[in-house]
């Protein structure tokens, strides 16, 4: 991906890609204006490819692609829950669960830092927040593995065939999933807890209810992105802290570096490589005029890189300042869940280090990676730890 990026990036910061048939964005600032610039970059390129009916259903209420002023009329319903204040009040309990499952480990001196950490711990806590079943969470694995995993996906390839693609094997994923939404859904209605499901059902905006149809995507897109983009944060800072050990010295001397160390791994392992915007009307961009109803392609991976802004930029650093990285976006779309993930990813790592005075990734077993156009993320970390 590094590679394929720099050879993009040589074509120019914005330029026309015909074989992906896209703009593609590899600067910073251009990034950024194509991220605040909403009402020119809509998130909405649903029209990419025909969807499948299940797909249609999963996107009412999967705000990340709907825009103003639908958008705010349904992240506003959901921020509450994800304010800095009421997130800090989760950290005993995350750090409750983290101890549970590293006391589960046990003495051993292996373990997969990927199935027995960085997937249960975000995933039990977006399932208790939303009122599912933690214990349904192998399902939940597979469906994010079938949506996340494109092993096959061609970087030249133009963007509506990769989108045609991924609609038709995504589809019975969606479908499984909304049923099981729509179950929930209507159980929190007939026995409403006090779960972010039941308050959505009792919600209303304008004096309207939300009806299940828009409930099944905003969950979904909960559920999902809750816990896949923590996971990959937790596996790929483990991962970067290896091969930089005397930063894992540095952090393990004093813990309150450990912020920017998860930061900087971030920035140069982002997990969403790039996100898709479509214009709604011409617009000028890094001295390109780009033509109303284009896709954009934004990719953050390389907007992280950007030597403009990161002064060697592939050089892992921690002590940066300021590190603008936009690896949880920018602009109205920007990650709701953002101060959870740090959260969830400072408590598990601090302990993690605590619990083992010596951590190395196994020599003898494979690190295995997502297809990293799709997700720069982790599927095995094997660990030696004492
Ligand atoms: C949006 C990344 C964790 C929920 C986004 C976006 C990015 C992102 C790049 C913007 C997408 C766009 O503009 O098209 C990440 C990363 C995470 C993370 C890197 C972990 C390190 C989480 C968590 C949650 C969450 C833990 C939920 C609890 C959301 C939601 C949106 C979003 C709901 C849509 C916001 C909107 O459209 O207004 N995330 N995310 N994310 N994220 Fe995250």
Redesign the pocket.
Known sequence: LLAWMDRLRQRGTVHHDASQQCWQVLGHPEASTV?AEHTIFS?DVGDLAPRSAEIELFQRG?????DPPE?RR??GL?SR??TPRTVTGLAPHIADITSELLDAIGDRGRIDLIDELAYPL?VI??AE?LGLPAGDRPMFRRWADLMFDRAATNPDEPLTRLAEANIRAVTPVVRDMNAYLLEHIRRARSHPGDDLTARLVQAEIDGQRLVDEEIVGFVG??LL???I??T??LGNTVLTLDQHPWAAAEVRADADLLPAV?EES?RLR???PR???RTSRAAELGGSDIPAGSMVA?W?AAANRDERVFPDPDRFDPHRSPNPH?????????????P???L??RIALGLLLTRYRDIQVATDAPVEQRDPWTMVSLNKLPLDVR
Do not use: D
């Open positions: 991220l998130s999967n705000f990340l692609r709907i958008h349904l992240r959901a829950a994800f975000p806590v977006i927040l897109l909960l992105a809750g816990h983009t923590t990959a944060t998860i971030l982002t997990p969403f996100l898709l915007r934004v953050l936009l690896a949880f976006g920018h602009g109205i779309h920007f990650c709701l869940g953002a959870l993930a740090r969830e990813a």
